[in-house]
């Protein structure tokens, strides 16, 4: 989306260079989104050095005698850093060397001194869902709204700002898959699909670009007469966008059901819109369906099958 929205900006940008800014952005949301993963391992793994430093106090306090490994040991992270394709991650792209040591204690003792940990050391037999519970917590109410964490990613990614509600949900369904694989008791052995390249999300972006851009006046074609009283000028960029990707998504990848694009272009827009700019958008990309399912233009394969 960012891509388009440049060429909307300016429209000499060749489309060689758009589709290379492409491929560029979808590696650095991998380097992102693995980063991300790394700093939740690395903040309950100082729970170790945290229990190591208030033992060996010779005057301990009674917080101190209070001591806990457990969200190290937390079955869900373990599995994460078992991994041998994590492991390679953090090496190829040297996760170690982006973050100060004192951030991680800064965010373990910001997540010490909540309620919801307090709560989760002193379970006697927390479950797997317990596990994934204090992850979820301590991801997106410690991590993603500390200021310092959040500069500190600001800092370190150019495209935090663009990326970081997507990643963030896919950080959860990550989690969430690892838990439904303990819960199956699924071989510890097998891995956990951490991403070692984006070549699917390379190939499927490179051609909804190409879709998207190429077929651009025949899109606009279809949205114009939907905007009633309204010219195209007058459309937010960024719902211009979503409308004409979602429109070519449903055209020209007979794969995809047009329930799942439906979908997908709604959670975009209520990421990056406004709530008026929600219904406006998928007011407009229902109406396009429906004309183009009544000229028999909508062409799916197999469980690709319209839905709607």
Known sequence: MQVLYSHLQDKEIPYTNLEKNLLTNIDEALRL???????????AEFAVEDAS??????????????ISVRIFHNQVIQRIFLDEDFKK????????????????RKFFHELNSSKEYEQYVNEKNPSIRDDK???????????MRNE??????????????????????????????ITKQLEKEVDEKKRIKIPNNMKE??????????????????L????????????????????LIVIKMAIAEMLYFPSIPVKATMNEYIDIVKSYSTPKSNEFVNGII?????????????????????EL
């Not at 989104?33 to 903040?43: D, E, F, M, S």
């Not at 399912?293 to 319209?306: A, D, V």
């Open 89 to 104: 991650q953090v090496h190829r792209f040297h996760f170690e060397l982006l973050i100060d040591k004192d951030f991680i």
């Open 133 to 143: 519970k204090i992850l979820f917590f301590l991801f997106h109410s410690i991590l």
């Open 148 to 177: 310092l964490c959040l500069q500190h990613l600001e800092d370190n990614f150019n495209n935090w700002a663009d990326d970081t509600v997507i990643l963030s949900n896919q950080l959860s369904a990550f989690l969430e898959n």
């Open 53 to 66: 430093i208030r033992s060996s106090k010779f005057l301990p306090n009674e917080k101190d005698k209070q």
């Open 201 to 218: 999300e390379n190939e499927f972006a490179s051609e909804l670009l190409n879709k998207t851009y190429y077929n651009e006046q025949y």
């Open 33 to 43: 989104y693995l980063y991300q993963i790394y700093l939740l391992c690395k903040t």
């Open 286 to 306: 229902d109406r396009i369906l429906k004309d183009l399912q009544s000229k028999n233009l909508i062409k799916k394969e197999g469980r690709g099958l319209i």
């Open 220 to 239: 606009e074609d279809l949205i114009q007469p939907k905007l009633k009283n309204w010219d195209m000028d007058r459309v937010a960029q960024t719902d």
